[in-house]
């Protein structure tokens, strides 16, 4: 099912069809098919579904030009399989995430795993978590699960906000924030620091350069560190 300019939604049948996929919350698999040199493509995806799904799951995938995985993925007839795998390293952090406060700064595909976090936050009775989302998109087109986020705001009794910044939207009737996640926006919609409040950062390299530091690095730098966002107040996905 295609999702804005350049994504699709997937659905795969599970080996078992009487069965959830029991995948952890905020944990990916890894999907392998194509090829590259002739070597298979590895790439992680989250499922944007949750474990009330049987039999079944669903990947939200950016399609890129020169894609290898992705291309392949649109390539399949209905009915081809694709292979799959889950690894204990895929396993983020879990939920109940344990604070009053959760700010989110998420750009283009990384909505994928706080979808997965949404769904229990929000989905889990006398949870009363304060959430707020920073979503970076190129232009209003682009925004993936963008109805969903609205959707789940307006039905969160003021639990959930979801901030849209668009940084290529020109000439439209887009009314909301222009340009990046900086600084100065994550002041005016995020929490501020404090033991009862984490960050989730989910996004393209340059985000995380700019924002919390490397992905692969447990040292929160950039921004967030400048603001005073302390290692244990920042999780990178």
Sequence with gaps: MPVGKSSQIFTFELPDKTKPLGLSTCACI????GKDDGQPVIRPYTPISTNDLIGKMELLVKIYPGGKLSQHMMSLPIGESIDFKHIDFNVKIQYPFNKKKIGIICGGTGITPMIQALHALLGT??????????????????????????????????????????????GSSYTGERGWVDKDRITKFLPPPSEDCIIFVCGP???YESLCGPRTEKEVTGVLSELGFSNDMVFKF
């Design 30 to 33: 890894l999907a392998k098919g």
């Design 125 to 170: 009775e006398k949870d009363e978590t304060e959430i707020s989302m920073l979503y970076g998109s190129r232009t209003a087109d682009d925004i993936l699960a963008g109805d969903t986020m609205d959707r789940w705001a307006s039905q969160s009794h003021g639990r959930f906000k979801c901030t849209h910044v668009l940084s290529n939207e020109e």
């Design 205 to 207: 390299p340059p985000m």
